[in-house]
């Protein structure tokens, strides 16, 4: 299929878990959830693309669908862009069969037996929204308006592989009693004045559902007994809010003999030592552990207290989302079920505002168990104390700006013009600056302990000159730490090196904005922690764009066994880092970088490129910079200010925050430090979970 046909900007939205039926008089619309494959369907006289959540293009397995949404699109004259829920059914021009129908189908690749299973396995693809009629864009019609302009488009006949999805404004709860009495998965309630947000997951959408049942990761598998055969029970988990993998119990029921040997192959491949899970599950049988990759939906009887699944059945296989995607959804319609909606999730949705609440000492006794301390690798040496410097430095400001601070310990740093506007436009002093890094030092410290710094000075503000300065300058104060480091470009040199807080509230008080420091620490210098994609738009790029090539860097990644973790780059790209092992060299750290870039660049080329040039760069196109990774290189640190407007900050966020509707300009000196303990604790587990050694040899290695 053409490429025009998948637009990488666009994602479905999404339906948050509601707990009630809204009340309906015209402004929701009910409609049954479809027990199968959420996809859009981008279709033209020539073909379809059938385009998963995770974008994989399905149409090779649905040719049936494929040719009736070509015919559509030729009766039109003109391409279409629909939403819709794949569907196995009963039988040829039957009603809607149960997910585990389609599992039959979903997988296949052989062309012969793709086309047995067109007879032999029916499906039909369910349209419940259009997103584009010929040159008509509709993302901002209201629901009702998509609805009418759905219903004009699509007049299917009796057998016709293409069938508009039901909807009613009224009776909500009647439908709901109908899918109690007939068995479906649930309904979901749409508000009729909500426009089409891509990538989002809306409240204006609510997923009411009477089965517990969800998508999990498998995390491993225990040997079989007895007479059974290939592997004994699935051992399942979640992503929680941190990145932190879950487990949530077992489960060897609901495969048929050929489901055991073709799950077992599949997971062969992803062995590996150690548990995946935070917290390694007992077992009754000897464990295999697997990199946590393969998605699975699970059907259940409810959550018990300690949020484990009760009585859970495989259903099948998911490929159609990818696992870090995978979090725990919260209690809905079911009438069974004593599963508390917020219970040690880490989640939120529209209708449960619990929280998992985690310590923030290392070695503590948490909700969810007790966590080890974290790695003396990047620990500052001692834990700063801001409190009272926080007091000093408004005191100072508010009394002409010049003063001394006093740091537990006894030693000072001489500040001067802490009244001084460094972001005329916001209001925002130099002396707040030095306030937002105290505040945040707990968690900025750590990360750039023992790294030596580079700074660029703005004496005068971001509005002001500005000018580099590599070296610590003359006669940095006592207190300050100062290292001779050896570069090839300047021989040996004394440098600033972070850890500490008075060595950073000095950088600030030269004029420096942004912390960037070096990939690695005295004492391993040539050793770096992690190498860098720093994606960087083009002026004509939207954000969105940037959002997307993330997560396909992301998806390159875990196909090489890889993970990393995002961070805002401050400005208008997003840094993706990945955690090295002890002793990876340099060279194996940018040569890792470019063989994930030039991947993403090759798969994806007119939204991706390598392209150093700005003139051989496709317009519109992400810059995936893999040239960051050089010894003495140096990237906006995380929690770093940059001299931006509004005083923007590189900020760790999750995957699941990502989506094409995230502002990273909402990330500032004023907001951050109200997030921090979330967003430093994403930072922390990454860096504490190096990538393994063996992993990367492999990726290097990989075409």
Do not use: C
């Amino acid at each position: 299929m053409p490429s025009t046909l998948t637009p990488a900007s666009l994602e479905p939205m999404y339906a948050t878990v509601g707990t009630s039926v809204p009340d309906g008089n015209g402004a929701w619309a009910f409609e049954p959830k479809y027990d199968g494959i959420r996809v859009l369907a981008f279709a033209n006289a020539r073909g379809a693309a059938l385009v998963t959540r995770n974008g994989k293009d399905k149409a090779r397995q649905f040719p049936e669908i494929v040719r009736a949404l070509a015919a559509l699109a030729s009766r039109r004259g003109h391409p279409l862009v629909l939403d819709g829920e794949i569907v196995a059914l009963e039988r040829p021009g039957g009603p809607p069969a149960r997910f585990q129908q389609l599992q039959s189908r979903m997988h296949v690749t052989d062309v012969d037996a793709i086309e047995r299973h067109e007879t032999g396995a029916p499906a039909a693809f369910i349209a419940f929204d259009i997103l584009r009629d010929g040159d008509r864009a509709l993302l901002r019609e209201p629901w009702r308006e998509r609805r009418r302009q759905l219903e004009r488009v699509l007049s299917p006949a009796p057998g016709d592989p293409i069938r508009l999805g039901e909807s009613t404004f009224t009776h909500g709860d009647a439908l709901l009693e109908q899918a109690r009495r007939e068995g479906w998965e649930g309904i979901i309630a749409k508000r009729a004045d909500a426009t089409y947000r891509p990538g989002a997951r809306s409240s204006d959408w609510l997923k009411l559902k009477i089965e517990f049942r969800q998508e999990f990761v498998v995390g491993g598998f225990t040997e079989p007994r007895n007479t059974r055969e290939h592997l004994g029970a699935l051992l399942l988990g979640y992503f929680d809010e941190d990145g932190r993998f879950v487990y949530v119990g077992h489960t060897g029921g609901g495969f048929t003999r050929e489901g055991l040997r073709a799950m077992r192959k599949r997971l062969a491949p992803l062995e590996r030592s150690s548990s995946p899970f935070a917290t390694p599950p007992r077992t009754n049988e000897p464990a295999h552990w697997v990199t946590p990759r393969v998605v699975v939906e699970v059907k259940f009887s409810e959550w018990t207290s300690d949020g484990r699944l009760r009585q859970p059945i495989f259903l099948g296989v998911r490929d159609d989302k990818a696992a870090r995607d995978v979090g725990r959804e919260s209690s809905s319609m079911q009438r069974n079920g004593t599963g508390d909606a917020g219970r040690g999730t880490g989640r939120r949705s529209a209708t449960t505002k619990t929280r998992t609440k985690t310590g923030t000492t290392t070695g503590t006794k948490t909700k969810s168990g007790t966590r080890p301390a974290a790695s003396s690798r990047g620990r500052a040496s001692s834990g700063p104390r801001p409190a009272a410097l926080l007091t000093q430095l408004t005191r100072i400001e508010r009394e002409g700006g010049d003063g001394t601070l006093v740091f537990p310990g006894g030693a000072t740093l001489s500040v001067t013009s802490l009244d001084k506007p460094f972001w005329k436009k916001e209001g925002i002093s130099k002396g707040a600056l030095m306030r937002y890094y105290a505040r945040v030092s707990p968690a900025l410290l750590p990360a750039i302990a023992d790294r030596p710094l580079a700074l660029k000075r703005y004496p005068n503000g971001v509005d002001g000159h500005a000018f580099f300065q590599q070296n610590a300058g003359d006669h940095p104060p006592a207190g300050v730490r100062v290292t001779a480091i050896e570069t090839e470009e300047e021989g040996k040199q004394p440098r600033l090196v972070g850890g500490d807080l008075p060595t950073l509230l000095y950088t600030v008080q030269l004029g420096t904005i942004a912390v960037n420091a070096w990939h690695s620490r005295v004492g391993s210098l040539d050793w770096p922690d992690y190498t860098i994609l720093d994606l960087d738009p083009g002026p004509r790029a939207p954000f969105s764009r940037v959002v997307q090539v993330a997560r396909w860097v992301r998806e390159e990644l875990d196909a090489l066994g890889l993970h990393g973790v995002a961070k805002t780059s401050g400005s208008r790209g997003l840094h993706v880092v990945v955690p090295l092992p002890r002793r990876t060299s340099y060279d194996a750290s940018a040569a890792l970088a470019e063989r994930v870039a030039r991947r993403v660049a090759d798969a994806h080329p007119k939204e991706a490129t390598v392209a150093r040039s700005i003139g051989d760069r496709p317009p519109g196109a992400i810059y995936v910079d893999h040239l960051q990774n050089a010894r003495g290189k140096t990237l906006a640190s995380v929690f770093s200010v940059r001299a931006k407007p509004g005083a923007t900050v590189s900020t760790p966020v999750s995957w699941r925050q990502l989506t094409p509707s995230f502002d990273p300009t909402a990330l500032t000196l004023a907001t951050v430090p109200k997030r921090l303990a979330r967003a430093a604790a994403l930072w922390r587990e990454a860096m504490d979970a190096p990538n393994d050694a063996a992993a990367i040899r492999a990726a290097l290695k990989a075409k």
